[in-house]
């Protein structure tokens, strides 16, 4: 892993950082490369924060993560720190996932809705990318309507519900 970068990681947990390191990785293969090599093998803060820094460098180029889609995938049930799965889910929603995934991320991001302590960030994030599928897979749109549902009679949260109303999961 690339150490100097990881010392930068460390240096501050801040929008200031972040956006730093978002900027040196820009578009380049390596940089990035080496981002997503601590996000996915750090200890929980460093990786939490080299997401961060990956989701930035989504947000500014589109689907410049495309080539580690896969290992990000297989990783999200291994991300124990519910920030790391906000966030994952986040980059998921700024890349054009190829639809070979969406069977992991669906299932993934259900079991995140179904989870009762699951932090409503996380649940937001994963009920946006089961919206985003509807499409190819509309048999799904029931059961995520349902659970959108049954989680707004549990848990207040405005935010949620206006984006759950905005995709047009509320019937009313």
Request: charged share 20%; hydrophobic share 50%; aromatic share 6%.
């Amino acid at each position: 892993m690339n150490q100097q970068l990881i010392a930068q990681l460390e240096a501050e947990a801040s929008r200031a950082n972040t956006d730093f390191i978002a900027n040196w990785a820009g578009t380049n293969a390596e940089r990035i490369a080496d981002l997503v090599d601590i996000a996915l093998n750090a200890d929980c803060q460093t990786a939490a924060r080299a997401l961060w820094a990956l989701e930035k460098v989504a947000a500014a180029h589109h689907n410049i993560l495309l080539p580690h889609i896969p290992a990000l995938v297989a990783a999200l049930p291994r991300f124990t720190f519910s920030g790391m799965r906000r966030i994952a889910c986040k980059i998921l929603m700024l890349t054009d996932v190829p639809q070979k995934f969406d069977g992991p991320i669906v299932d993934f991001c259900f079991r995140m809705l179904e989870t009762p302590d699951e932090p409503i960030g996380v649940k937001a994030n994963c009920m946006s990318l089961i919206a985003s599928r509807l499409t190819d897979y509309p048999e799904l749109k029931s059961e995520l309507k349902a659970i959108v549902a049954d989680i707004l009679t549990n848990i207040q949260s405005s935010g949620f519900k206006v984006r759950a109303k905005h995709l047009k999961l509320l019937n009313d």
